[in-house]
Every structure is written in structure tokens, then in C-alpha cells.
């Protein structure tokens, strides 16, 4: 969703609140211009914390953050996100808003032992299947995590991703992490497995 906003140096003074998506959204953004900038809060409407993305188009205008801007909304919380400002006041200014935003699970650490083996799956996924057996048929203990049942599986699994550099959006499954560290996009899975488990 995006919203345009114009100022010109009279209107600069002009106290104003903008909701970005209706009242019974999620997340929410309030803008608010005090002395000449604009503050851009999010507030949470939700007992679950979310993750906002935002996207800024700036002319004649600065953000006190870089964009993209992601930022952890904590559940029933409100809290200024960054502002923007003239870079000459004595000019029009204009800047545009995109937002979007997604549940967030602070669950790695809560769910991935990085101690053990763990390996994520996703239903159909004949791959996964291949390792689950390998592991089981060679006695080798390891926790599974479905993607396609647990959103905070599916949501660890790609922050682990993060975490280990990976900035793609797809993924070939499994992902296995142990040790330390994160394979994914496995070519030669059996030769992998084998090599990884049994030498």
C-alpha cells in the first residue's frame, strides 16, 4: 500500500494522523508531523510480535533510517519507527510510504538445539523423505521440523537461512543444520548425507 504525501513549507506545521491499513489490521502506522518532520510510529493490535517492512520514496526529503527499514513490532506495543525531514524546508517536499508486514517467531534459538541435528521438511517433499530414512535406517538422532504445519518452523528455518548468509528466496530442501552450520540446496543428497554422517 502506498500513500503520497506533499508538503509545502506553509502546511509543515499541520499536526495530522495517517492510518496506512484500516483499524482492524494487525499493524498499523501513525504518522504524525511535529516541528516540521514527520514521525512514523507502528503500533501492534495483535499478542503476537510482527516483523514491518518499509519501503520510502524520498524527494527533497531524508529518513532517519535507510530503507528498507525492518523493524520488530513487540505484541500490543506502539513505537516511532523513524522520521523524515526537509532537506529544504524552503522547497515542496514529497516522500511515499510502502508497508507490509509478517508474524515473526524469535524462535531459533528456542527451537534449533545447534547441539543436534536438525532438519527441516515440507510435506511432498521426496528429498526429505530420503534423509528422514537415512538418518532413522543408520541410527542417527536427529529433531525434524515441517515447514508446511509450523509457521514458526518455516519462519526459523528462513532466519537460520539469514543467519548463514543466504539471501535467496527459495530453497531446495531438506535444510540440515548441525554444528554450526547450515546446508542447503543440496546437489548430490545421498553422496552428501553419506559424507556428512558417515565418515
Do not use: H
Not at 529544504?88 to 524462535?107: A, H, L, M, V
Not at 517433499?125 to 521440523?145: D, P, S
Not at 526459523?156 to 548463514?164: P, V
Amino acid at each position: 500500500m502506498y500513500i503520497m504525501k506533499n508538503y509545502l513549507l506553509t502546511c509543515l506545521l499541520i499536526t495530522f494522523t495517517l492510518l496506512l491499513s484500516a483499524q482492524n489490521k494487525a499493524v498499523e502506522l501513525i504518522e504524525s508531523s511535529v516541528d516540521g518532520k514527520v514521525m512514523v510510529s507502528a503500533k501492534n493490535n495483535t499478542e503476537t510480535d510482527y516483523k514491518i517492512i518499509v519501503q520510502l520514496k524520498l524527494v527533497n526529503a531524508q529518513s532517519s533510517l535507510a530503507s528498507p527499514i525492518e523493524k520488530i513490532i513487540i505484541a500490543g506495543s506502539e513505537e516511532l519507527v523513524f522520521e523524515i525531514s526537509p532537506e529544504d524546508p524552503s522547497q515542496n517536499w514529497t516522500y511515499s510510504i510502502g508497508f507490509s508486514y509478517e508474524k515473526y517467531y524469535d524462535q531459533i534459538n528456542a527451537i534449533i538445539d545447534f547441539e543436534s541435528i536438525n532438519v527441516f521438511t515440507m510435506n511432498g517433499c521426496g528429498r526429505c523423505q530420503y534423509t528422514v530414512n537415512f538418518l532413522n535406517e543408520n541410527k542417527i538422532a536427529f529433531t525434524e521440523y515441517n515447514t508446511s504445519e509450523n509457521d514458526a518452523n518455516n519462519m526459523a528455518m528462513w532466519e537460520t537461512l539469514k543467519a548463514a548468509n543466504y539471501d535467496g528466496y527459495s530453497i531446495t530442501m531438506p535444510v540440515i543444520v548441525m554444528d554450526g552450520k547450515t546446508y542447503y540446496n543440496i546437489n548430490n543428497l545421498s553422496a552428501e548425507l553419506e559424507n556428512m554422517f558417515l565418515k
